[in-house]
T-cell receptor
């Protein structure tokens, strides 16, 4: 299993540009989520999904969109990038039941810089 | 509103010394708490969860509802324990995690 994969690893955008951060998992996990990690702020939940076709907002959803058309994929879209969105973005997945429902598996992260 | 507080941004100890990373939480419901760890150049990964009452890599953490704390402890720190540690609170009817701001632990030789 590849686990949770994220692309790209690094990205530089100009203010106002849009882009999509990709996240995929091959563990058949129902739950997927996006976090941003900023110095001194820890990780903050942006959006999450409990299954295909179901998404909801986390703590800091403004400026981001998500969709979940398949169990495997959970892309994060930046609609109009702003310097405040410069951050490291992590995708995570987990089951919602079964043997280890509470273990979230994280991707390697995408480091985004908005100029 | 739910909140997780890790009062120490940085913690430095010597190898073989005891270490305690503090975590306090605020939540009106029944808490489920976790410790996640991020070693240098590695992914964030689960270290402990309170419902398991387990010891991983010599670390333990006990949920104290009276003091609303979930401190992480290890009696003898090792250099390989150097990492960023995050305390996290699961809340809500769906799976949401609120993380603390993290504590960077450095274990000196």
């Amino acid at each position: 299993n590849a686990g949770v994969t994220q692309t790209p690893k690094f990205q530089v955008l100009k203010t106002g540009q849009s882009m999509t951060l990709q996240c995929a998992q091959d563990m058949n996990h129902e739950y997927m989520s996006w976090y941003r990690q900023d110095p001194g702020m820890g990780l903050r939940l942006i959006h999450y999904s409990v299954g295909a076709g179901i998404t909801d907002q986390g703590e800091v959803p403004n400026g981001y969109n998500v969709s979940r058309s398949t169990t495997e994929d959970f892309p994060l879209r930046l609609l109009s990038a702003a310097p405040s969105q410069t951050s490291v973005y992590f995708c995570a997945s987990s089951t919602l039941g079964g043997k280890s429902p509470d273990t979230q598996y994280f991707g390697p992260g995408t480091r985004l810089t908005v100029l | 509103a739910q909140r997780v507080t890790q009062p120490e941004k940085l913690l430095s100890v010597f190898k073989g010394a005891p270490v305690e990373l503090k975590c306090n939480y605020s939540y009106s419901g029944s808490p489920e708490l976790f410790w996640y760890v991020q070693y240098s150049r590695q992914r964030l990964q689960l270290l402990l969860r309170h419902i398991s009452r387990e010891s991983i890599k010599g670390f333990t953490a006990d949920l104290n509802k009276g003091e609303t704390s979930f401190h992480l402890k290890k009696p003898f720190a090792q250099e390989e324990d150097s990492a960023m540690y995050y305390c996290a609170l699961k809340w809500g009817s769906n799976y949401k995690l609120t993380f603390g701001k993290g504590t960077l632990l450095t274990v000196n030789p």
